[in-house]
C-alpha cells in the first residue's frame, strides 16, 4: 500500500504536469497569429475594363464643282438657253441661266415676229447629299423677262412689248452621277411688269401685269 507521503508526491507530481502542458499551449497559442476573418462586403478584385473602338466619320471635304444645263421642255417650244452652276462647297451652288427665243410667222400676207429673251439668278441649297449638287434641295431665285412682237400687214406696222421680274423658288432632288446630272422639282413664281401696245395710228396703250404661275424645274446637264 502506497503511504500518505507517496500518494501526496505523486499528486504534485501531476499538478506540475498539467500546468506545463497548459503553458506550452499557451505558448504555442501566441506565436501563430490567427487569419483575419473575411470582412462582409469587401470590394472584389478588380477586372478589366474592355474598350469599345467609336469609328468617327471623316469630314466631308468641300470640293468645287462646276455644272452645265439645259431645259429639254424649253427646246421644245422654241427656246434656247443654258445654265451654269458653281459649287464652291457640297451643301450649295450658285446658278446663272440665260434663255433666248425668236420666231416669225407668215399667214395671208401678214407677217408676225416674236422674240424674246430672259435669265433668272438664283443659290440652290441642298439638304441632304454629301457631294456636290446631288440630293434633296431648295431653289429660291429671282428671274427677268422681255418679250416683242411686231405685227406687218399691207404696209401698215403694229406692236407690243412686255417686260416682267419675278421672284420664286422650286423644291425637288438632284442627281449626280458625274458628269451626268438631273434635275427634277416645281414650284412657284410671282411676277410683275408692264406691256405696251402700238397700233396702226401710233396709239399706245399701257397694261399693268401682276400675278403668279407655276414653274417647272426639268434640266439635264454635266457636272465636272
Known sequence: MFSVRAIRSLSCLGFLALVATGSTALAQ???TPEAAPETAGAPAAAQPVP???VSVPEKQED???MGVFFNPLSILFGFYGLELDFSPMHLMSINVSGQYYSHTTSLLGMDVKNSAFGGDLGVQFFLTGQKPMHGLYIYPRIAYAKAKAEMTYQGSKSGAEASLIGLGATVGYQW????FSLRLGGGVINYMGSANATG?????????LKGAMPLLDLTLGFVF
Not at 176 to 179: A, D, E, K, L, S
Not at 200 to 208: K, L
Open 29 to 31: 497559442s501566441a506565436e
Open 51 to 53: 474598350v469599345q473602338v
Open 63 to 65: 470640293k468645287f464643282a
Open 176 to 179: 449626280n452621277w458625274q458628269p
Open 200 to 208: 396702226n395710228s401710233n396709239t399706245s396703250v399701257d397694261i399693268s
